[in-house]
Every structure is written in C-alpha cells, then in structure tokens.
C-alpha cells in the first residue's frame, strides 16, 4: 500500500510541472507609471536622479527606481542647530579638586568624575568652554529679566 502511494504521489508531481501555467495579465512596466514620468525639462542631479521646477515654481525630484518612478516635492535643508549646542555637547562642572563631566548619548548620560591634576587637553578645553558659557549665561539672563521689568 505505502508503494502505491509513493508511485500516485510521484506521478501527480510529474504531470503537474508538465502543466502550463495560466498567464497573468500584467501591463508593461512603461504603461505601469504612465502617471509617474521623469518630465522632460528635468535636469540630472546624479545617476537615476533628477530635479524639475514646474510652473508654479515647485521643484521636485524624481528619482528612477526599478518598481518606476519616484517623486517627491524637494524641501530646503533643515537649519542647523546653534553652533554652541554642536560644539559643545559635554557639560563640566567644578567640584573643587576635581570636575565632574557629563555628556549626553543617545543611550543616555555619560558621566565621569577627573582630579584636576589628571585632566587630558580635552577635558581642560571642555572645562574651559563650560566656564565661559556660565559666565555668559548669567550675563544673558539678567538682560532678559531687565527688559521684563520695563
């Protein structure tokens, strides 16, 4: 009985793949994104890339995939955050015969504690940044607070 089964399974195996399979109707690629065309005033950015201004003034940018045409509408660069939030991420704060540094990270604060006697170059310049934005802090602060007052 198992042989038997074995022969029927292997025969409906081999007149399956002898079965020609039903076609699918499936347009062009060309006629897929007859709506998502890379206009013809568009100029080349880098390969497969281009940039268009329409005549409202908008410009965009396509970009040529495999799955067609991308478009999206091009947007100015973000502005970049103050030069002192950049430059300065580490704040260092003096606590006597030592100075405790702490950065942030994306996975949280790092902190850690040198003896002043030990600092590297660094963390002298970082200690030295800290102290003038103290000294500027409180300056800017007062300044506010006098322009509240009238």
């Known amino acids: 009985m198992k042989t038997v089964t074995l022969i029927l399974l292997a025969a409906v195996f081999a007149f399956a793949e002898d079965r020609p399979k039903p076609k ?42 495999p799955f067609g045409v991308s478009k999206w509408e091009d947007q100015p660069a973000a502005a970049p955050q103050t030069a002192a939030a950049e430059a300065d991420p ?3 704060t003096d606590l006597g015969d030592s100075v405790r540094f702490e950065r942030k990270t994306p996975f949280g604060t790092n902190q850690w504690v040198r003896k002043k006697s030990e600092l590297t170059a660094e963390e002298q310049a970082m200690l030295a ?22």
Not at 45 to 61: C, H, I, S
Not at 129 to 150: F, L, M, V, W, Y
């Open 24 to 65: 699918q109707d499936v347009p062009p690629a060309s006629s897929q994104n007859a709506s998502q065309s890379i206009p013809s005033g568009a100029v080349q950015v880098e390969p497969f890339l281009y940039r268009y201004t329409d005549a409202q003034g908008k410009t965009w940018m396509y970009r040529r995939t």
């Open 90 to 92: 580490v704040t260092a």
């Open 129 to 150: 940044r800290s102290k003038d934005h103290a000294a500027a802090a409180p300056a800017g602060q007062s300044s506010s607070k006098t322009t509240e007052k009238r």
